[in-house]
């Protein structure tokens, strides 16, 4: 649902990259209003100086492009296609994290099954986009 919101808003705007930019704003407004909640009813102090590894950065930079792409593809190739698209290509990402123990996630073969099962995906992203 974000990605047509976002792209109705870049429509309006007529800039996909403003729209995915307050996106992220008031995503992050919502996230800071929290947050702070929760923080006073649990009675934690949060270290704001803690050094913040740049693979933790590297998240919200993803997450922008993510948001961005999704902006910019929707009006495209439709919501149906780039779900399907978004759905394949986490899988293979996962299937990679996996295979390689990235960020600590317990290693896992990519077996037959494993790659029979991604190419099905795919198929099926490629009958959505296509039909």
Do not use: C, H
Not at 42 to 47: C, E
Not at 51 to 78: C, E, H, N, Q
Not at 92 to 121: K, P, T, W, Y
């Amino acid at each position: 649902v974000q990605a047509p919101i976002n792209s109705q808003l870049a429509r309006g705007l007529g800039l996909p990259v403003a729209a995915a930019a307050f996106s992220f704003l008031s995503g992050a407004v919502v996230l800071g209003v929290i947050a702070v909640v929760v923080v006073k009813l649990q009675g934690i102090s949060l270290d704001w100086k803690a050094p913040a590894p740049w693979l933790f950065i590297a998240g919200g930079m993803l997450g922008g492009f993510y948001v961005t792409l999704s902006t910019i593809l929707t009006p495209r190739i439709g919501a149906a296609a780039l779900m399907a698209f978004l759905v394949a290509g986490q899988l293979l990402a996962g299937m990679l994290i996996d295979r390689a123990g990235f960020l600590g996630v317990a290693v896992r073969e990519i077996s037959l099954g494993r790659i029979a099962g991604a190419v099905l995906l795919l198929a099926g992203a490629l009958l959505i986009r296509l039909f």
